[in-house]
């Protein structure tokens, strides 16, 4: 039984002989055309010469890989020694080492090259939608100042009314000396005010224009149709859109209310009392006083509101670096898996053929070796042996004698390497070989 089962073993191995054979140079030719595709997504140059170095690459990777599974699948399965085994399996380990270095990943490129520049692109849209974001909140930050500027020059020009039309702080109507300066200050808020708001008109412009470079960029990751023409507009567009974020940053505010603020105070200049008694001055100088120190009041909450914006962190210059679809499907692995398993696995799964030959002749020899001789030989074997035995005799020989004297000197001989037939002392005569 054991006898037929390995003859069955030998028969199964030599019919997918062919098949094997036919199986590595598919994958070998897979392999090549991948790669091919690959190369070309990273060459530079002149469309003949980057068709001839993509050949004459996917041509070496095909012929470099059908070869080493061949020699794998002709070698490994016969070496049965420990050491043996171990330096094969190193050796697997470094070519296929090689295998992916030289191809896999361009086969990765091929297979998801496409996609991992879009993704590439996506991520891209998204860090400049958040920097967009960012610079327009910074420059609309020095806005919420606005309802506290309105409110002083309303105050200012109220005073001004009341005093012009009641003589409500000095006690004496008319438009004197208080009123030209309460109309004065609420004049500066009112200036300030005009300057907000034409800055809110330029802000919204600028975020209307990077929104609408946005858009576009996103439309040239979803769009159909080869990645490198719509990679190339969206640089174009990633550079149209720093503009705008950069114009964003210096658009702001902030620092004209910051000086703005600082004259309120610094250059407060009061007007001369003009009242025609010593009394109404005096109640002038009063009135001007108290404008003045609401005036340094007005200053320092408005100093110290702009400090607060200017204290923002700024949208830091964002650079936009074009990759390759080799690069991209690097530095996205983790994104594109099953591309990379289908990458190795393609260059990879010859060694599976060659660990199932190795399985099979492993069981092949272990079923021999429970055998006596005599049930290993084939009808063919004993009918040569049988034909070599009359050939000696009618040649005079006595094997009988001959193997008599074999025998004795066997008794006083060193023993040789010659392996013996008889299966008890065959264990002895290799005493390396894996069991």
């Known amino acids: 039984m054991a006898l037929g089962a390995s003859q069955r073993l030998h028969d199964g191995v030599a019919a997918v002989e062919t098949m094997t054979r036919f199986a590595l140079a598919v994958l070998a030719l897979a392999s090549g055309v991948y790669t ?53 399996l190193g050796v697997m380990a470094l070519g296929a080492a090689m295998i992916i270095a030289m191809s896999s990943w361009l086969n990765a490129a ?17 860090d400049y939608t958040a920097d967009l974001d960012q610079a ?15 409110r002083a020059s309303e105050r200012f020009a109220q005073l001004a009314a009341s005093e012009r039309q009641s003589g409500a702080l000095t006690g004496t109507t008319g438009s ?44 040239l990751v979803s769009a159909p149709g080869a990645i490198e023409p719509r990679a190339d507009q969206f640089s174009s567009e990633v550079v149209a859109l720093t503009g705008v974020i950069a114009s964003l940053g210096q658009t702001s505010i902030a620092p004209s209310i910051r000086r703005a603020a600082d004259d ?20 002038q100088d009063r009135v001007m006083e108290t404008v ?33 679809s080799a690069e991209a499907v690097l530095r996205y692995a983790t994104d594109f898996i099953p591309a990379w398993a289908g990458a190795i696995s393609i260059d990879l799964l010859p060694g599976v053929l060659v660990f199932i030959l190795a399985a099979v002749h492993g069981a092949i020899r272990k079923q021999e070796e429970r055998l006596p001789f005599a049930e290993r030989i084939t009808a ?56």
């Open 176 to 219: 004197g000396s208080v009123v030209q300066l309460l109309s004065q200050m609420s004049a500066q808020m009112k200036e300030l005010e005009n300057g907000i708001n034409a800055s809110r008109e330029q802000l919204t412009m600028l975020f209307n224009e990077g929104q609408k470079r946005l858009e576009t960029m996103r439309t």
């Open 136 to 150: 327009h909140q910074n420059a609309l930050a020095a806005q919420s100042l606005l309802p506290d500027i309105q």
């Open 380 to 435: 063919a074997e004993l009918l040569q042996a049988l034909q070599v035995q009359r050939a000696v005799t009618a040649n005079g020989i006595n094997l009988e004698e001959m193997g008599a004297q074999a025998k004795t000197e066997s008794n006083v001989e060193e023993p040789s390497n010659i392996t013996s037939l008889d299966p008890r002392t065959r264990v002895k005569d290799r005493p390396h070989e894996d069991r």
């Open 292 to 324: 003045r120190t609401s005036v340094a009041a007005q200053s320092k909450v408005l100093s110290e509101a702009a400090d607060e914006i200017l204290t923002r962190a700024p949208v830091s210059e964002r650079r936009f670096v074009p990759l390759s």
């Open 36 to 88: 091919y595709l690959g190369v070309r997504s990273i060459l530079d140059g002149s469309p003949t010469a980057i068709f001839f170095a993509a050949i004459i690459y996917s041509a070496s990777v095909s012929v470099g890989i059908y070869a080493f599974w061949s020699y794998m699948a002709r070698f490994y399965p016969h070496v049965t020694t420990h050491t043996g085994r171990a330096a094969m």
């Open 264 to 283: 309120l105070s610094l250059g407060f200049i009061a007007p001369v009392a003009d009242g025609g008694d010593a009394d109404l001055i005096n109640r």
């Open 110 to 126: 091929a297979l998801a090259g496409s996609a991992a520049l879009e993704q590439h692109l996506a991520e891209t849209v998204e």
